[in-house]
């Protein structure tokens, strides 16, 4: 077997190259995301009563807005529109996100579809799922097949 002479300067060509690789990955996410629908941020709490989600969507008009669930997925979708295109003005910098964003979440638990409440306020969408009695498993008495 011959022998081989260590390098150490090799191994950290491979960890540049490596954390490089980490990089051009970011790098392309970013990319991604720049031309991706945009999607609000929420935050969601859970109580002993209740799921509380609250989601950021400001500059929204209430009919922009549609949330629905199905079985144990909550969906809040809606468009938020650019208020008036301005042909003869140039913008130096546009940064808030347009056009139609889609969230969907699954619930976990069952939920009382029914007494679901939403309300928007100050570009906050505030949602509360009431939870439901959860099925306590029925026990079965087994008697004995002698008389």
Request: charged letters at 40%.
């Amino acid at each position: 077997m011959p022998i081989v002479r260590w390098d150490p300067f090799s191994e950290m060509v491979q960890l540049r190259d490596e954390i490089g690789r980490w990089f051009d990955t970011l790098d392309k996410k970013k990319e991604a995301r720049k031309g991706a629908v945009w999607a609000p941020d929420v935050d969601i709490k859970e109580t002993d009563t209740d799921i509380q989600i609250k989601a950021d969507i400001p500059g929204m008009k209430l009919e922009d807005i549609d949330v629905s669930v199905d079985e144990d997925q909550l969906i809040i979708k809606g468009e938020r529109k650019i208020e008036k295109e301005e042909k003869e003005k140039d913008y130096v910098r546009v940064e808030r996100s347009y056009g139609s964003f889609y969230r969907s979440f699954n619930v976990g638990v069952p939920v009382k579809a029914d007494q679901i409440k939403a309300s928007y306020k100050n570009g906050v969408l505030d949602i509360s799922l009431p939870k439901a009695e959860a099925r306590k498993p029925k026990k079965i008495e087994v008697k004995s097949g002698e008389n």
